[in-house]
């Protein structure tokens, strides 16, 4: 059975600090009582309390970490990895994301161009729609000349020929007075 280092007391299985001094217990236990010298324990003098004021005593002390802090340090170690990766992958899509803005604002403004070149393509067919259907209609009036001057030609080719008929008719009068 095991004592305590400071007072002599028994100890309960393997505590780490003694139920009546709280004293803490290292590694070497006392296995026997103290045993008081002679003169003392002829006398039938009862044992006095300790002289210090008692101290508290904790049923539970803190329980010691297992290891060396080993696992801390992966632990943290873990973290940090995940911390940067964090870090790394939040620049990376900010990044991503400012591009991806830069190329909206680049759009819009090719957008914006292209709109103003429908708009001047649009003013431009419709001065040449109008300047076609003048072109239409000054075609129009100049087949309908042409028309009429085709038909004055044939009036003045008939005319030729009645001409021509008088002429041949003349001579031929001519000649037989002649002969």
């Not at 002679?38 to 044992?47: H, L, Y």
């Not at 940067?84 to 620049?91: C, S």
């Amino acid at each position: 059975m095991p004592y305590c280092n400071q007072c002599g007391s028994e100890l309960k299985g393997n505590e780490q600090f003694c139920g009546i001094c709280g004293a803490k217990q290292g590694d070497k236990k006392r296995e026997e009582p103290v045993k008081m010298p002679a003169s003392e324990a002829q006398a039938s003098v009862p044992p006095m309390p300790p002289t210090k004021t008692p101290v508290a005593v904790n049923k539970y002390p803190p329980q010691r970490s297992g290891g060396t802090g080993v696992w801390k340090i992966i632990v943290m170690a873990v973290l940090a990895v995940g911390l940067i990766t964090v870090g790394v992958l939040y620049g990376i899509e900010n990044s991503n994301l400012n591009k991806a803005r830069e190329n909206i604002a680049t759009l819009e403004n090719n957008v914006s161009t292209l709109e103003n070149n429908v708009a001047t393509l649009q003013t431009q067919l419709a001065a040449e729609q109008a300047n076609a259907a003048g072109l239409r209609t000054e075609l129009t009036a100049t087949i309908s000349d042409l028309n009429a001057a085709q038909d004055d030609i044939e009036q003045l080719v008939s005319d030729i020929a009645d001409s021509e008929l008088r002429i041949t008719n003349l001579e031929t009068e001519l000649e037989a007075a002649n002969t």
